[in-house]
Nanobody, 117 residues
Framework: QVQLQESGPGLVKPSQTLSLTCTVS??????????WAWIRQPPGKGLEYMGC???????VTSPSLKRRTFISRDTPKNQFTLQLTFVTPEDADVYYC?????????WGQGTPVTVSS
């Protein structure tokens, strides 16, 4: 069973860059046909898909966040990362990483992020 764990600062200042890392265990991020995604959830609202990186390193980002969202991976560490630039208080959400093939069936526990000076 693949397990995922998010890590990163819980507090970011406005206009700065949020950087989060997802560490994957129990499987390789280069396993064929796997997709690894970042998803966030504002308080009291639904999930928002931010983007993903597949087993070959191809990246897709949500059109609404494309200008500010950067996803990458570190294959030796079996990690993938999220960078969200120029954050505002509206980016204060719980951030999840998830993985799967036909669906995202493995999720991290989520990490809350606050945006405040």
């Amino acid at each position: 069973q693949v397990q995922l764990q998010e890590s990163g600062p819980g507090l970011v200042k406005p206009s700065q860059t949020l950087s989060l890392t997802c560490t994957v265990s129990g499987g390789s991020i280069t396993t064929n046909n796997y997709y690894w995604a970042w998803i966030r959830q504002p308080p009291g609202k639904g999930l928002e898909y931010m983007g993903c990186i597949d087993s070959r390193g191809n990246i897709v980002t949500s059109p609404s966040l494309k200008r500010r969202t950067f996803i990458s991976r570190d294959t030796p560490k079996n990690q993938f990362t999220l960078q969200l630039t120029f954050v505002t208080p509206e980016d204060a959400d719980v951030y999840y990483c998830a993985g799967g093939t036909d669906m995202y069936d493995s999720w991290g526990q989520g990490t809350p992020v606050t945006v405040s000076s």
